[in-house]
Nanobody
Framework: QVQLVESGGGLVQAGGSLRLSCAAS????????TGWFRQAPGKEREFVAS????????EHADSVKGRFTVSKDNADNTVYLQMNSLKPEDTAVYYC???????????????????WGQGTQVTVSS
């Protein structure tokens, strides 16, 4: 069974930092694009960042540009989301997802992703 495991969430004060990790196992795919999304209570799931298989292509949502950075360790295929200068409005459940169909490019739509993790809670206090 394919597994995506997110880790690194928690409670942090505004202005602080967290680093989320996403590790995939048992997926059987040679390559895939990885995306980060988040969902706050009462709101729709929104795109945060995406990185392609090689790690050479990436994109961030305007709301996090300059504060969040998506990266990838090609040695173990773990994808990270470094979150700096966190704000209370960043509070949400953060999900990682993979798209094995077009691993050479980033994907910004949740419908392009086929496998999702269980999510990790990020809470930013003011």
């Amino acid at each position: 069974q394919v597994q995506l495991v997110e880790s690194g969430g928690g409670l942090v004060q505004a202005g602080g930092s967290l680093r989320l990790s996403c590790a995939a196992s048992n997926h059987g795919f040679r390559s895939y694009t990885t995306g980060w999304f988040r969902q706050a209570p009462g709101k729709e799931r929104e795109f945060v960042a995406s990185i392609n298989w090689s790690g050479t292509g990436f994109e961030h949502a305007d709301s996090v540009k300059g504060r969040f950075t998506v990266s990838k360790d090609n040695a173990d295929n773990t994808v990270y989301l470094q979150m700096n200068s966190l704000k209370p409005e960043d509070t949400a459940v953060y999900y990682c997802a993979i798209d094995p169909v077009r691993p050479w490019t980033v994907q910004l739509q949740s419908t392009d992703y086929h496998i999702w993790g269980q999510g990790t809670q990020v809470t930013v206090s003011s």
